[in-house]
């Protein structure tokens, strides 16, 4: 049973940064690729970092230097350290992986960047 559960998420003022967890079970995690994306209401969920089972990494040009992403195979987690937080980071952060052909989705976790 593939499980995927975000943490981390909270209230900050802008410039501000947080630290958002998602840990992963059920899945051949040192082996897989995983993916944070982000959703506003309303509007399409929109991709925001890459991590591959080599460690290399790729982001959205709307995060790119300001927001990292890492992973810790002892603990089937990755993270995304989110720095220089701005009022448009404000949505649901969702981790991503595809196992066996399907996307698989945590339950997400509320970032608000509000002054």
């Known amino acids: 049973h593939v499980r995927l559960v975000e943490s981390g998420g909270g209230t900050v003022q802008p410039g501000e940064s947080l630290k958002l967890s998602c840990t992963a079970n059920?899945?051949?995690?040192?082996?897989?690729?995983l993916d944070w994306y982000r959703q506003v209401p309303g509007k399409a969920r929109e991709w925001v970092a890459h991590i591959n089972d080599g460690w290399t990494t790729n982001y959205s040009n709307a995060v790119l230097g300001r927001f990292t992403i890492t992973r810790d195979n002892a603990k089937n987690t990755i993270y995304l350290q989110m720095n220089n937080l701005k009022p448009e980071d404000t949505a649901v952060y969702y981790c991503?992986?595809?196992?066996?052909?399907?996307?698989?989705w945590g339950q997400g976790t509320q970032v608000t960047v509000s002054s």
């Open positions: 059920g899945i051949g995690f040192r082996s897989s690729s």
């Open positions: 991503h992986t595809i196992f066996l052909h399907q996307d698989k």
